[in-house]
């Protein structure tokens, strides 16, 4: 995924800036209530992308179903609890048709494969 470019990188700032602004005119001397909002837009901007947990927890179960249990990448069998989701292209999102349910040793696999860790924010 390329990087922004310094005109995106700036146009962003901006918003940002705006964010930052409208919460400080709402909640003025209020560190507790601009730090609730602050949280509050920065979890709906994470739901934007990643959709929310209900989301992906019903996306999972159905992956499961989909591949009988097992990890889509070793074909050992899917642990009970942390079987993770992992998307082709992340801008993608969580659909059907982008993810398959991996266990934890291949997600990292995966990740390292695609260098997910080390592109820039």
Known sequence: MPELSPEDRAR???IL???RAEILAVAGEDRELSFQMKRYIAKRLEFDERGTPTQRKKLKEQMLKKQGG???LC???LPQRGAELDRFK?????TVENTQLVCPACHRKAQRTRDVASQPI
């Open 17 to 19: 800036a705006q964010v």
């Open 70 to 72: 097992l990890c889509a």
């Open 90 to 94: 992340a801008i993608d999102g969580y």
């Open 75 to 77: 074909r050992e069998k």
């Open 12 to 14: 962003a700032l901006a």
